[in-house]
């Protein structure tokens, strides 16, 4: 069965310092990525999509996440982080030719000035 | 105007009651979707639907139903409603053609607390 894990509940960090929000999947066979994220009273909005290719994926925002088949990861990462990037950030995986996406739990992000 | 909309964004009921949840879409995608989110459990799916006449159940399906009314509007019930089902809950839509994996899109949610 398909699962996420995301291992931080909550990460905080300074404004301006780096970002990697951890991600790791379990499926069978290739999967499919995806992270988004939600700001408060938003709906979830995508930041950027794996599907297959160049395993390092620029998304919107300054974003970037990694596939690493190996690991089973998808961390998404980004190199100085804004006040304005605190939110919620959820890894999805869906399947090839299935019907649902599996989210994780979600990683609060606080930014501190 | 918001691609994704959904009625109420807010509501306070009490147990027992039956409430409808209203999801409008300008998208013109045929998919659509209803989740609830909690605290630590992240988004589970509750019903969805890939056209009119096609509706599915997700993971969550108890104590709650749909109706598709239109390619544009998909509404979740509470028939009575209880405590536990207090909750975000988001609708989201997606394209038909092509895989699953497309991007889904999503309305602003409604808070939904069951009193």
């Known amino acids: 069965a398909q699962s996420v894990t995301q291992p931080d509940i909550h990460i905080t960090v300074s404004e301006g310092a780096s970002l990697e929000l951890r991600c790791n999947y379990s499926?069978?066979?290739?999967?499919?990525l995806f992270w988004y994220v939600q700001s408060p009273g938003q709906g979830l909005q995508l930041l950027l999509k794996?599907?297959?290719?160049?395993?390092l994926v620029q998304g919107i925002k300054g974003f970037e996440a990694e596939f690493k088949r190996s690991q089973s990861s998808f961390n998404l990462r980004k190199p100085s982080v804004h006040w304005s990037d605190a939110a919620e950030y959820f890894c999805?995986?869906?399947?090839?030719?299935?019907?649902?996406?599996?989210f994780g739990a979600g990683t609060r992000l606080f930014v501190k000035a | 105007d918001a691609d994704v909309t959904q009625t109420p964004r807010n509501r306070i009921t009490k147990t027992g009651k039956r409430i409808m949840l209203e999801c409008s879409q300008t998208k013109g995608h045929d998919r659509m979707y209803w989740y609830r989110q909690d605290p630590g459990l992240g988004l589970r799916l509750i019903y969805y639907s890939f056209d009119v006449k096609d509706i599915n159940k997700g993971e969550i399906s108890d104590g709650y139903s749909v109706s598709r009314q239109a390619q544009a509007k998909f509404s979740l019930s509470l028939e009575s409603a209880i405590p536990n089902q207090t909750a975000l809950y988001f609708c989201?839509?997606?394209?038909?053609?092509?895989?699953?994996?497309?991007?889904?899109?999503f309305g602003p949610g409604t808070r939904l607390t069951v009193l």
């Open positions: 999805a995986v869906a399947s090839t030719g299935g019907f649902k996406t599996i």
């Open positions: 499926y069978g066979a290739t999967p499919y």
């Open positions: 989201a839509t997606q394209r038909g053609v092509g895989r699953s994996t497309d991007t889904q899109y």
């Open positions: 794996y599907f297959s290719g160049d395993t």
